[in-house]
C-alpha cells in the first residue's frame, strides 16, 4: 500500500511562489508515476503535471508550462511541485496520486493541500 502526504500549501500573493511536496511511504516507488491535480469548488479535477520516479521523465499541462515544475528525490521518496509566478486562477487545492507505470488510473491519493493565490 501507497501512502501520500502533500504539505507545503499557503497563501500568496499574485506572482509568487510556493513548493508542494507529496511525500511517500509504503513501499518502494521506482516503478510509479507521481501526478499532481488541482481542483477548486465546482470544477472537475484538472491534471497539473507528473514524473516517473525511475527517469525523472515530466508532463505537464498547458495551463502551467513555464511556470510549475514537477522534481523527485528517490532517496527519499518524495516528489515536489513547484509553483512560480502564481495567478489567481491557480487557486485550488492540489493532490498528488500515484500509479503504476503503464497503468492508466492513478490507485493512491494523498488528503490534498490548499493553495490561495490572492492580493
Known amino acids: 500500500q501507497v501512502r501520500l502526504v502533500e504539505s507545503g500549501g499557503g497563501m500568496v500573493e499574485p506572482g509568487g511562489s510556493l513548493r508542494l511536496s507529496c511525500a511517500a511511504s509504503?513501499?518502494?516507488?521506482?516503478?510509479?508515476?507521481i501526478g499532481w491535480f488541482r481542483q477548486d469548488q465546482g470544477n472537475e479535477r484538472e491534471f497539473v503535471g507528473a514524473?516517473?520516479?525511475?527517469?525523472?521523465?515530466?508532463s505537464y499541462a498547458d495551463s502551467v508550462k513555464g511556470r510549475f515544475t514537477v522534481s523527485r528525490d528517490s532517496v527519499r521518496n518524495t516528489v515536489y511541485l513547484q509553483l512560480n509566478s502564481l495567478k489567481p486562477e491557480d487557486t485550488a487545492v492540489y493532490s498528488c496520486a500515484a500509479k503504476p507505470r503503464g497503468e492508466s488510473k492513478y490507485t493512491h491519493w494523498g488528503q490534498g493541500t490548499q493553495v490561495t493565490v490572492s492580493s
Open positions: 514524473i516517473t520516479m525511475a527517469e525523472g521523465l515530466t
Open positions: 509504503g513501499r518502494t516507488l521506482s516503478m510509479y508515476v
